[in-house]
């Protein structure tokens, strides 16, 4: 087996038998053998039905059927980890990225050996200015304290060779970020320019504040900076304490003036709770993650696996 297709589904009921003709129009003239893993993240509609129906199929699809929705990040983790080919693509369902392009990685990797994967980035978004603008703050902010390298506009539709795949799949860190660890793991990369379409139907599942929670989750899985950050304030404010205690014992002493009362007390109070609150904030973030994560939970069950009977020998 060449090439693995992975392809996360959460709710896209509509979309999967379209990208399932996309690719056996796109991949008609290949010569080398490759599957179609579909990884149903816990979808609340006809997903898992739809997929089923595409087993009958030509072509080799294996479905791993989550027992309830996991998220994106373990779907492709599942999906890394069920793949069979020498090559494997993670890439969505719902026709954003093109089929065709995953077989332009496929070829690209054969012609260039030095690179391991192929990632695609966004030349230009199609997304709001404001959204635009958040992401690349996010990009420049994390770039700036992470020794990870994160490339601006990278995503998730990439093609990757085996050893890197393995790579990947031996972390298995329950809070993934796997922009992050497609980095962290090294290998050489070649990045490339696509154009997002239209999506088939339906709509996009990445809200404002989910975004923002993943952007989160970034930051804390691959930077330390919080702290330090905890740390710098819990410092500063000291300083400025010292220096305020200073002021008001000259005031009073030197020139008779009355120390301030209750309103800059309140205040002072209040400004060094909050202060306290979001350091211990931050703290509390990475004790919950190390909690989590002692547990040992698995990063996502699955209810079961099908394959169809191309997959027979």
């Given amino acids: 087996m060449k090439l693995s297709l992975v392809v996360p589904c959460y709710n896209e009921e509509k979309n ?14 290949v010569d080398f053998e490759y599957e179609l893993v579909f990884v149903n993240d816990g979808s609340r509609d006809g997903t898992f039905k739809e997929l089923q129906k595409l087993c009958g199929g030509d072509l080799p699809v294996k479905i791993v059927n989550f027992s309830r929705n996991f998220g994106k990040e373990s779907a492709m983790y599942a ?82 060779r085996r050893p890197m795949v393995e790579a990947i799949l031996q972390m298995d860190e329950y809070f993934r970020f796997s922009k992050g660890l497609f980095s962290w793991v090294g290998y050489n990369t070649k990045f490339i320019p696509y154009e997002v379409e239209e999506r088939a139907t339906g709509t996009s599942k990445w809200s404002f504040w989910k975004l923002f929670k993943y952007a989160m989750e970034g930051i804390f899985a691959f930077t330390t900076a919080p702290l330090r950050i905890s740390t710098v304030m819990g410092f500063v404010t000291a300083l400025i304490s010292v220096i305020y205690l200073i002021v008001v014992v000259v005031q009073k002493l030197a020139f008779g003036i009355d120390v301030p009362g209750y309103a800059t007390t309140v205040v002072l109070i209040l400004l060094l709770g909050g202060i306290q609150l979001c350091c211990i904030g931050i703290i509390g973030e990475y004790i919950a993650r190390t909690y989590i994560q002692t547990k040992g939970r698995p990063i996502y069950i699955a209810k079961n696996v099908i394959k169809n009977h191309k997959y027979e020998k």
Avoid: H, W
């Fill in 79 to 160: 999906g890394l980890k069920e793949s069979e080919g020498d090559y494997v693509t993670v890439i969505d369902a719902d026709l954003q990225q093109r089929p065709s392009i995953a077989l332009d990685m496929v070829n690209m990797l054969d012609a260039e050996p030095d690179y391991d994967c192929i990632a695609a980035y966004q030349d230009e978004r199609k997304e709001s200015e404001l959204l635009v603008f958040f992401k690349k703050r996010f990009y420049n902010l994390i770039n700036k304290f992470s020794d990870t390298e994160f490339v601006q506009g990278a995503s998730d539709f990439r093609t990757f």
């Fill in 16 to 29: 999967v038998s379209l990208f399932y003709e996309a690719v056996k129009k796109d991949f008609s003239g």
